[in-house]
């Protein structure tokens, strides 16, 4: 069956893909397990030769890979425009230090040192919230490495999984250093099981996530895991307000709401709670919601149509525990997957849209009275990928962000990823780290060595 792509600006089909079958599956690892053993064996200094020019191709191609991204999953043009010159900035990163992060390291005392090796090929199954940044940054490290990728992008963006492989192709990369697999999801456990796949990374949610997780952990093989996210946003009495509610906008609706690690649950000292709520709900009603190839649109379309269900279901289920609804709560009448930015008070922290993690433009607020009832309600769910702290109190912000169960705490701003610092989550959040001098080594066999 072939793959389609619809635009969730206008429910429009863009275009129809065809899908790999068990030859091509076939045919396609053994050629990655080919390339790999070459691949490995090139300088780093190659390596690295090809993330510059990799990073430049994606710099000169920025524009047409944002229209595709929008096209596609309906992302802000000028957001998906800095998601591929973000791509790149990781690709130049990586190509001037992964030779650092992956050099030989003695151990201090002994005849011994750790070398980072490649594992060979790695399997990777993306989502489509970030088309392009996701894939590449799984892809850059592990290139960097000397491993090689297949990846099963998301049904839904089957034109930037095609692209990405142009891309790589067009940066000099040799056949099968990056392959797009066009498979549904009932062709991954057998691909795991492959004894020509070496490890497996995930991002998606939970559920995916353990499947994934228990496929890999039957053959014995390395699993990363980056999952889904219901981050805090905690915000003291002494916070710079103003700031605290403009990026709190921003961390909540940009990619239109469907990012991991938004900030999703609002917890604010009770002294200011009521006009941080009323400032927030103001600023929510203000953004101009339409056309994502307008500069002036602030939100965007739901990337899919079930993402409508999915948040009508959950704010329903919200208002059936006492959320009250002051800002949104539905779809905008109007061609495409458009839902209005919504506002939550008054919820009750155990409901079910509080546990669970959302992809819609809706914000909970929850105030508490103590530092203790904060760290409690930031904890209170299963995820623990990233969280916010906000006060102007350096001492207090930093033992808050200690007392977090997060991957990552950002203090006076919004989470985000960079290539330069390692990411990740835990418990219900994943584990495992991309990025950063850790994600560089992340995906290699750290080999001990020991002269006698």
Known sequence: MAFKSINPATGEEIATYPAHDAADIDRLLQRAWDTWWSWSQEPASVRAAFLERLAGLLEERADRY???ITSEMGKL?????NEVVKAAGGARHFAAQGQ????????????????????????????WNLPFWQVLRFFIPAAMAGNVVLVKHADSVQGSARAIEELVRDAGGPDGLYTNLAIRRDAVAGIIADPRIRAVTVTGSTGAGRAVAEAAGAHGKKAVLELGGSDP??????????????LGIVSRFSNNAQSCIAAKRFIVARP??????????????????????SADTRLGPLAKADLIATTRRQIADAQAAGGQVIAGGDKLDRPGNYFAPTVITG??????????????????????DTEDEAVALANATEYGLGGAVWSSDAEKAARVAGRLEAGAVFINDFVRSDARAPFGG????????????????ELTNAKLVWTA
């Open 66 to 68: 944002a229209a595709l």
């Open 77 to 81: 043009v000028g957001e998906a425009r």
């Open 100 to 127: 650092e992060y992956l050099r030989d390291e003695a151990i201090p005392g002994t005849p011994g040192k750790v070398v980072y090796q490649s594992l060979g090929p790695l399997f990777g199954v993306m989502p």
């Open 233 to 246: 946003f905690i915000i003291f009495e002494d916070a710079d307000f103003e700031k605290a509610v403009k």
């Open 272 to 293: 200011i709670y009521d006009r941080y709520v009323r400032a927030y709900a103001e600023a929510a009603n203000a953004l101009p919601v339409g056309d994502p190839m």
């Open 347 to 368: 919820l009750d922290p155990n409901a079910a849209i509080a546990q669970e993690e959302f992809f819609g433009p809706v914000a909970l607020m929850f105030p508490f």
């Open 426 to 441: 835990v418990k219900g959040s994943g584990f495992g780290r991309e990025l950063g001098a850790l994600g560089a080594r």
